[in-house]
């Protein structure tokens, strides 16, 4: 019998699944801009900084390649990529190892397609973590992290999902600078994790696509302590400003090499390769140098200066937030504006992000869609609405060890400031 068409929309993986949250919050500011509407942008989690020089003028000199590449990615940046966590983590892992994929979050896909096994989420987490594994129709388990640890995943919580069926085989996502919180873990705190993670023989996924944007450049990688079981994410995206480049990593430990070469399969029959002019030209992103160096160093520097300025005013303005050691996100909890929001009509983290875009033209994110529970009135703000290369110039006419104060970031990062000082005068 034939289908009709509404049946056969029935049968669509994707039904229920809505455009991504940061996508979609990203055309609606764009659309009242268009209108004529004063808009803030905080939604939209992309680096405000431009792609280092030395990147873009490796994709100049290679604008000619053309050639399809090996699906697992070209041999010049899998060694490069190996020699980065050498030289920034002190992590053994062999060019043959590593997967290039056109952006993580493809790699993310593939793997969870290969991978017969439960997907374990901390949440709050980034939001297409779930719905990939919903379009894949795989089971997704759900961490509730707490605000009194900074919504950090802990040992005690990943020992209690495990214990209750201990060969279950489960990926798990750690995801630090997290996303959407701006926060990290300790030394002791990856080693504890690390320690529940090879009881249970668990397959971690550590999403470190933030990880050079720690603010003071300490980022230290989960495989260092259970090197054996994890697989570890990075790319271009965030740290580089090339979101649009769409080039992602995967670096695979020995005993996981048949999973990539399963993922390398799947690849060969789907995205063939990434493209060629980008591979060549992060080459030079991943083997690094001076100038590159320099580039993070102040990137960090204006984002730290941001996201220490922004929790001192969210905080005055009597909301609880936990701060931000990495990345360019805060996570506000405005529950004890809870009774005064009712009153204005606002009972939810969606009606709240809602009413304040109307109001105040301010654009961010409900906690909700990033798997909080839908009473909770936790948000995501993206302090990233200014004009990154302006910023970095100015940030280069004053010494490396002297802090970036109010005024500096009034001028070179006005739009910021103006959003949170909107939503604290509107909260009032």
């Known amino acids: 019998m034939k289908q009709g068409a509404h049946e056969v929309?029935?049968?669509?993986?994707?039904?229920?699944l809505p455009v991504s949250a940061t996508l979609g919050i990203n055309e609606e500011s764009n659309r009242l801009l268009a209108a004529g509407k004063q808009i803030y942008k905080l939604g939209l989690g992309q680096s405000p900084f431009p792609v280092p020089g030395p990147i873009v003028k490796e994709l100049q000199n290679n604008a000619h390649q053309k050639?399809?590449?090996?699906?697992?990615?070209?041999?010049?940046?899998?060694?490069?990529?190996?020699?980065?966590?050498?030289?920034?983590?002190?992590?053994?892992?062999?060019?043959?190892?590593?997967l290039i994929g056109p952006g993580s979050k493809e790699l993310m896909f593939i793997l969870q397609l290969v991978y017969y096994g439960d997907l374990v989420i901390p949440t709050p987490s980034w939001v297409s973590y779930a719905p990939q594994a919903h379009i894949i129709g795989r089971h997704v388990r759900w961490l509730q992290t707490e605000a009194k640890n900074d919504w950090l995943l802990t040992p005690e919580e990943l020992e209690g999902l495990c214990q209750a069926d201990p060969t279950k085989p489960r990926i798990v996502i750690l995801n630090y600078p997290n996303n959407p919180t701006g926060c990290s873990y300790s030394d002791q705190q990856l080693q504890d994790l690390a320690a529940v993670a090879r009881k249970y023989r668990l397959i971690?996924?550590?999403?470190?696509?933030?990880?050079?944007?720690?603010?003071?450049?300490?980022?230290?990688s989960i495989a260092r302590y259970y090197p054996e079981g994890t697989i570890v994410a990075s790319g271009l995206s965030k740290w580089a400003g090339a979101g649009g480049w769409r080039l992602g990593t995967f670096a695979f430990p020995t005993e996981l090499s048949w999973l990539l070469d399963a993922m390398a399969v799947v690849a060969s029959e789907t995205f063939t390769a990434t493209s060629a002019p980008i591979q060549y030209a992060a080459v030079k992103a991943f083997q690094g140098g001076a100038e590159l160096e320099r580039y993070l160093q102040q990137s960090r520097r204006i984002l730290k200066a941001l996201a220490d300025w922004i929790f001192a005013q969210l905080t005055a303005a009597g909301l609880e937030v936990a701060r931000p050691i990495g990345a360019f996100y805060i996570f506000p909890d405005f529950s004890p504006a809870r009774a005064k929001l009712a009153a204005r009509g606002v009972t939810d983290a969606e009606s709240l992000c809602r009413k304040i875009l109307q109001e105040a033209g301010v654009a961010f994110l409900p906690g909700s869609a990033f798997g909080r529970p839908q009473h909770e009135l936790t948000a995501r703000l993206a302090f990233v609405d200014f004009d990154g290369a302006r910023a970095l110039a100015a940030a280069e006419q004053s010494p490396l060890d002297q802090e970036l104060d109010e005024t500096f970031l009034d001028q070179y990062c006005e739009k910021v400031l103006i959003a949170i000082r909107t939503i604290c005068h509107w909260l009032r």
């Open 9 to 16: 929309h029935l049968n669509l993986n994707v039904r229920g």
């Open 67 to 98: 050639d399809y590449l090996p699906v697992r990615g070209l041999q010049a940046l899998c060694s490069a990529v190996a020699g980065y966590y050498r030289r920034t983590q002190d992590l053994t892992f062999c060019s043959e190892h590593i």
């Open 204 to 220: 971690m996924l550590s999403d470190e696509i933030y990880g050079e944007l720690n603010f003071t450049g300490t980022h230290r």
